[in-house]
């Protein structure tokens, strides 16, 4: 295949992780190995909606170690969007922001796209590999994966998952410590609240806290298990009676029997049309006041767990810098329409590799935990799941610090000129 000249575009999409911008540092760096078929370096600001807006940075005005210090900088250096082109729901929109967007690419001569995120994102990516053959444009689009919740499928796991597992289950140790030191002949009960909509990766992670059968986490409740109060209570009493307290992580997407969202506010709707979560462990808490009259109280780690980069998975950086290296060699060596996923070839010791996947294969598909990777009664993940996971959270980034607190790098973000009309 001849090859393709031109400029390289990079964005980001969807909820930030400890390490995305490392993938975006992996773009950058190799894209920098490749003059004869890359001439400029473009990011998108704010992901599809910044494209959309004709909001470009030249990457080749900022400093390289700007660059590698993306490796340990948290949040979404180029900034990101929940903006979803529909064809379904708003067909005639979604339409005209198709020909905006290859407007804009034809514009600044773009002919290399990658978008960092998760489903909607590849969604997204998909889209536009699509569009790009069907107006016989030259575009090579290559996803790369990201999100904390692990849930696109094909790939062993996803960048940003590896770094909140680690600081979760680090972040439960210590609330159990905390609880545990403080416990009275009447007993306590501790729920932390994690994220994680529909699949529980991130809620099953705690269980790598646990060194003896006794110790923190003692009750995991997860979207993939429909939720029985009688048997959690059941379990809470047992736990407490026992060992005078009893922690819960709960993910925020907990079910009911029925499948409906054991938390959800149908009042209040996302920018996806999803109901709004609005507290699942303050939900649990009342339950168990109410039920067992055994003093309560909520933990809600939130933001905190997916921007933790001061204590992100050496192992977990390493992959998502790797996925944004390989999504550049994929898309010079004519490759287009596909994600980059890791490949693991061992598990221990730990090995692995980043292999390809088409996107049509990944869009709008969500990869739950394995039932058998789950206990009997649905309450704590097994060894099937703990092998998997504890090989992603080994080592530490070495983030500098600058008067005793990390430091962090900022994009200068020059913008390139806009050579179209605004956007209406």
Known sequence: MADL??????????????????????????AGRHPDQIEEIYGGLNGILGILNEELIDIQEEKRNTIEGLKHTPAAALGTCRYKIDFKKKPEKAARDMDRLFEVFLAHNIRYFFYVGGNDSQDTAHKIHEQAIQRGYELRVIGVPKTIDNDLPHTDQCPGFGSVAKYNATTVMEIADDVSSMTTDDGSCCIIEVMGRGAGWIAASAVLAKRLPTDAPHVILLPEIPFNEEAFLARVKATVDQLKYCIVVVGEGLKKVDGSEFSADSTR???????????AADRLAEIVTEKLNTKTRTVKLGYAQRCAAHYASATDAEQAAACGGAAVRAAVDGQSGFMVKIVRTQTNPYRWTTGLQSLADIANVENLIPRDWLSEDGFMPNEKFVEYCRPLIEGEVKVPTEGGLPKYVVLDKVLVEKKLPARV
Do not use: K, R, Y
């Open 5 to 30: 000249v031109g400029n390289i575009l990079v964005a980001q999409s969807g909820g930030p992780t400890a390490v995305i911008n490392a993938s975006v540092a992996g773009v950058i760096q190799e």
């Open 269 to 279: 709707l996302d920018s996806f049309g999803h109901p709004v979560l609005s507290g």
